[in-house]
């Protein structure tokens, strides 16, 4: 079992930047790729971005592409993801979530065995 922590979120005007942490316990997470996923007000939950079990590969959804960085310190079991140039339609609750590594990397959310309870990012205009 992993169990996943998010933190970081929080309220912040459009144009700034903000960076969340998701703290991995139970298992070390280099076995595993991470993902990071949201899920805004009535809609469904969206892939934001992925990386592999050595950080070294990492793919974005296009919302996320130039503003968005993911990355992993396996030594730390934490997996980050740094937010810039906000906008309003970036408000949601962000995830992180799990799935073994040798499965290869998924932008599916019912791919990931593991997730974390979430932490709110709130982007005011």
């Known amino acids: 079992q992993v169990q996943l922590v998010e933190s970081g979120g929080g309220l912040v005007r459009a144009g700034a930047s903000l960076s969340l942490s998701c703290a991995a316990s139970?298992?070390?997470?280099?076995?595993?790729?991470m993902g990071w996923f949201r899920q805004g007000p009535g809609k469904e939950r969206e892939f934001v971005a992925g990386?592999?079990?050595?950080?070294?590969?990492?793919v974005y959804a296009d919302s996320a592409k130039g503003r968005f960085t993911i990355s992993r310190d396996n030594a730390k079991n934490t997996v980050y993801l740094q937010m810039a140039s906000l906008k309003p339609e970036d408000t949601a609750i962000y995830y992180c979530?799990?799935?073994?590594?040798?499965?290869?990397?998924?932008?599916?959310?019912?791919?990931?065995?593991?997730w974390g309870q979430g932490t709110q990012v709130t982007v005011s205009s």
């Open positions: 979530a799990a799935r073994p590594a040798y499965r290869g990397s998924s932008s599916s959310s019912l791919s990931y065995d593991y």
């Open positions: 990386i592999n079990w050595s950080g070294g590969s990492t």
């Open positions: 139970g298992r070390s997470i280099s076995n595993y790729v």
